[in-house]
């Protein structure tokens, strides 16, 4: 294993060359010694040492305190300071800069051992510490939901810098606001609502609109989840994400439904919507036209697979079902059948059914029919 590396500065020789030997003893490989402040930063660059032993009173116009500022903030290296002097004073300036240790000449074997363990190992698990804080905050400025946090009195304490694409403010203006002040007026009510049911332990997803910077409304998902310290309720922490377009392609399929409807309705011929399950199973969503009145059938007969099979001709009910692998691929089908009148009469009929493809889910999740009699 390699030996810990150690910059000694020191401006009186003698003591310098003391310490490099006693170092050399203690298993420590000395990187170099400086007389100077400006002397150990010129050092510490070229000879990369894992730790320094800094004199604080040195000649020259910077002090071991300054010297060991600069090492500790521009390079990240440990310091440890050696004093002959123990008044108040030095020891403030001293331990101001955050040092790894305070080592009062003379000093023994035992307590330069024991200081400059202490410090490396501390180093060690800082310097981990950091990685992994660094690792995990470019992942989460990353990803393109929003990870945020917020006081038990609904402050942001906390936000990923994805928000800045959806609402359009930098996270600066954002910390330390409201969070409500960000939502449409028309949803305050129930954020505030659902804000205080989270702050109870019952944390469920909600989508809202928000307001960006520039005044358009967007749509979000929230979920979060109670962040308590010592058994108390301190805020929240969850996951903002986006859906504006998820919520424009549902307001969009809804108005041409509703379009497909109306005009169904204004025709002779009929049509039905049915919502496919994940299990199979098939669901009316809705169902128009005068067709299969006029065949003496109430609507209901179109919302059910079964129902509609019931009044098919036998002999053609296996061109319906040959169709069903197509369609649950998402490809359109449309057959030409016989179906029985409600009197016994035949009719034939020529039905297009179209498959709705969900892109998230990866399946069909709905079926719109459209019937002609011919």
């Not at 009186?12 to 203690?26: N, S, T, Y």
């Amino acid at each position: 294993m390699p030996r810990k590396r150690i910059l000694i500065v020191e401006d009186e020789a003698l003591i310098a060359a003391d310490l490099a030997g006693r170092l050399a003893g203690l298993g420590y490989e000395v990187s170099g010694i400086a007389e100077s402040g400006e002397k150990s930063l010129e050092m510490s660059v070229s000879t990369k040492p894992d730790i320094v032993l800094m004199d604080i009173t040195l000649s020259g116009k910077m002090d071991g305190i300054q010297a060991g500022r600069e090492l500790y903030g521009r390079l990240g290296i440990p310091v440890i300071y050696l004093t002959a002097q123990s008044d108040p004073a030095t020891l403030k300036s001293a331990r101001d800069t955050d040092p790894y240790g305070i080592l009062t000449k003379p000093i023994r074997d035992m307590d330069l051992f024991s200081s400059l363990e202490t410090a490396l190992r501390r180093h060690c698990l800082e310097s981990r510490l950091k990685a992994s804080e660094g690792k995990y905050r470019q992942m989460v400025e990353n990803i393109r939901d929003v990870i945020y946090e917020v006081d038990h009195q609904g402050m942001v304490t906390y936000i990923s810098s994805a928000i800045e694409a959806i609402l359009g403010y930098s996270t600066d203006e954002i910390a330390g606001k409201p969070y409500l002040s960000f939502f449409h007026d028309g949803d305050i009510s129930r954020v505030k609502n659902d804000f205080t049911e989270s702050l109870a332990g019952k944390s469920r997803p909600g989508e809202y609109r928000v307001v960006t910077k520039n005044g358009t409304v967007r749509w979000v998902r929230i979920f979060d989840s109670l962040v308590c310290v010592n058994g108390q309720a301190a805020g929240l922490r969850g996951v903002l994400t986006d859906i504006t377009d998820i919520v424009d392609a549902r307001e969009s399929l809804r108005k041409s439904e509703e379009r497909y409807r109306i005009l169904s309705e204004i025709t002779t011929d009929a049509a039905s919507s049915l919502r496919l399950n994940p299990d199979g199973t098939f669901e009316r969503e809705w169902s128009a036209g005068t067709f299969i009145q006029t065949m003496g059938y109430p609507l209901e007969r179109l919302g059910s697979f079964d129902l509609w099979l019931e009044i098919v001709h036998p002999d053609d009910i296996h061109i319906f079902k040959k169709e069903i692998p197509e369609l649950l691929k998402g490809n359109i089908g449309s057959v030409e059948v016989r179906v029985f009148a409600a009197d016994g009469s035949l009719r034939w009929i020529r039905d297009t059914v179209f498959p709705y493809w969900d892109e998230n889910e990866q399946r069909v999740v709905r079926l719109v029919s459209a019937v002609e009699d011919i």
